[in-house]
T-cell receptor, first 114, second 116 residues
Framework: AQTVTQSQPEMSVQEAETVTLSCTYD???????LFWYKQPPSRQMILVIR??????QNATENRFSVNFQKAAKSFSLKISDSQLGDTAMYFC???????????FGQGTRLTINP | DTGVSQDPRHKITKRGQNVTFRCDPISEHNRLYWYRQTLGQGPEFLTYFQNEAQLEKSRLLSDRFSAERPKGSFSTLEIQRTEQGDSAMYLCASSYPSGRVRETQYFGPGTRLLVL
């Protein structure tokens, strides 16, 4: 069974700092997709960034980038120049090619302090 | 694009009662998903529809749970004989297949259920 592990339940940084959230996953498949979702307090979940496993280049979206290490089955999220609006729960998720369901990690609660 | 909507946003019920939740996906999205999220955990997959066909169900979806999407548009999730363990946030998501690129699942705000 596929599993996703986020080993940091909570993190806290100062505004404008850089923060990295960790995620590891377990699968026997070679083709799959990885996602980071953000869930602000009392608001709905939105996609932050996604990575296709067949792509060697790490995905970037403005201040958000990933470090995808396929052999290590690691998929970390780096947030640069953090902003107060980045405060949220962050979930790492995994999706096999050909499957529709997302498998989520337990989440990391990130707080950006002014 | 009005986003995925869910109704109600909150539901309090007594153990043993039946409850029904509704999800309206983004228009033209033909895939619809239900997830359950308990406090402090990530969402867990329950079931998935493509148009009106229910194509996958999780083992989490016991026989007290039933989901429908009768016309391939909105979906309902019913829980019969609710138990305290059913207390959770029920999330709906929708997507539109985009060929080789893995499509994004867009989530609704969720329905928070509390069973007393």
């Amino acid at each position: 069974a596929q599993t996703v592990t986020q080993s940091q339940p909570e993190m806290s940084v100062q505004e404008a700092e850089t923060v990295t959230l960790s995620c590891t996953y377990d699968t026997s498949e070679s083709n799959y997709y990885l996602f980071w979702y953000k869930q602000p307090p009392s608001r709905q979940m939105i996609l932050v960034i996604r990575q296709e496993a067949y792509k060697q280049q790490n995905a970037t979206e403005n201040r958000f980038s990933v470090n995808f290490q396929k052999a290590a089955k690691s998929f970390s999220l780096k947030i640069s120049d953090s902003q107060l609006g980045d405060t949220a729960m962050y979930f790492c998720a995994f999706n096999e090619q050909g499957a529709q369901k997302l498998v989520f990690g337990q989440g990391t609660r990130l707080t950006i302090n002014p | 694009d009005t986003g995925v909507s869910q109704d109600p946003r909150h539901k309090i019920t007594k153990r043993g009662q039946n409850v029904t939740f509704r999800c309206d996906p983004i228009s033209e999205h033909n895939r619809l998903y239900w997830y359950r999220q308990t406090l402090g955990q990530g969402p867990e997959f329950l079931t998935y529809f493509q148009n009106e066909a229910q194509l996958e169900k999780s083992r989490l979806l016991s026989d007290r749970f039933s989901a429908e999407r009768p016309k391939g548009s909105f979906s309902t999730l019913e829980i019969q004989r609710t138990e305290q363990g059913d207390s959770a946030m029920y999330l709906c998501a929708s997507s539109y297949p985009s060929g080789r690129v893995r499509e994004t699942q867009y989530f609704g705000p969720g329905t928070r259920l509390l069973v007393l």
